[in-house]
């Protein structure tokens, strides 16, 4: 069946350093892949979407790379701040539903 | 813009009870809708959603059931609370299949 794997130890990063995250999957091949936030005590807030025709998608900070041969997607933070401390879900589709993984949390130390 | 709104904000109610969740979304029409199950320490579980007034898809077997009975309305019951259904529970839209979801706040529930 299909998997999604993320890091689930606790990322803890440096202020002003870059952040990245990990997100594999196994099993099947997504034609795209999305990222969360969530903060504690909260719902997940839509960051990004990455379709498997490209490779990088920037937002701000923000950075997705999206490799179908490695089936791996990469989330990176740069000039990473205090206030990006949260844990960051990856979210690729099985059929028309998304499905979550689990999420890393991060924690960028000041 | 587009708001989503989603009460009580936390619950607590003994076992066997009724359930009633609400949902409602504004600023949009016709969205899909989601209702999504987060245990403690777990990853988020798609129970049901909804790509119109009346269509409801269930995701996982259980005591658990979805209404949709306006556009913009969705509504998650049960008859019987067990003590499993503690959790954070997330409604969610998009405009359709294949683009980002947005989520509400979200209802703490407690069952005793």
């Known amino acids: 069946s299909q998997k999604i794997e993320q890091n689930s130890e606790a990322l803890n990063i440096q202020e002003g350093k870059t952040a990245t995250l990990t997100c594999n999957y196994t099993n099947y091949s997504p034609a795209y892949l999305q990222w969360y936030r969530q903060d504690p005590g909260r719902g997940p807030v839509f960051l990004l979407l990455?379709?498997?025709?490209?490779k990088e998608k920037r937002k701000e900070r923000l950075k997705v790379t999206f490799d179908t041969t490695l089936k791996q997607s990469l989330f990176h933070i740069t000039a990473s701040q205090p206030a990006d401390s949260a844990t960051y879900l990856c979210?690729?589709?099985?059929?028309?539903?998304?499905?979550f993984g689990k999420g890393t949390r991060l924690h960028i130390l000041p | 813009s587009q708001t989503i709104h989603q009460w009580p904000a936390t619950l607590v109610q003994p076992v066997g009870s009724p359930l009633s969740l609400e949902c409602t979304v504004e600023g949009t029409s016709n969205p899909n809708l989601y209702w999504y199950r987060q245990a403690a320490g777990r990853g988020l579980q798609l129970l049901f959603y909804s790509v119109g007034i009346g269509q409801i898809s269930s995701e996982v077997p259980q005591n658990l059931s979805a209404s949709r009975p306006q556009d913009r309305q969705f509504i998650l019951s049960s008859k019987k609370l067990l003590l499993s259904d503690s959790g954070f529970y997330l409604c969610?839209?998009?405009?359709?299949?294949?683009?980002?979801?947005?989520f509400g706040p979200g209802t703490r529930l407690t069952v005793l």
């Open positions: 990455i379709r498997e025709n490209e």
């Open positions: 979210a690729p589709p099985v059929s028309d539903k998304i499905i």
């Open positions: 969610a839209w998009s405009v359709r299949t294949g683009v980002g979801q947005f």
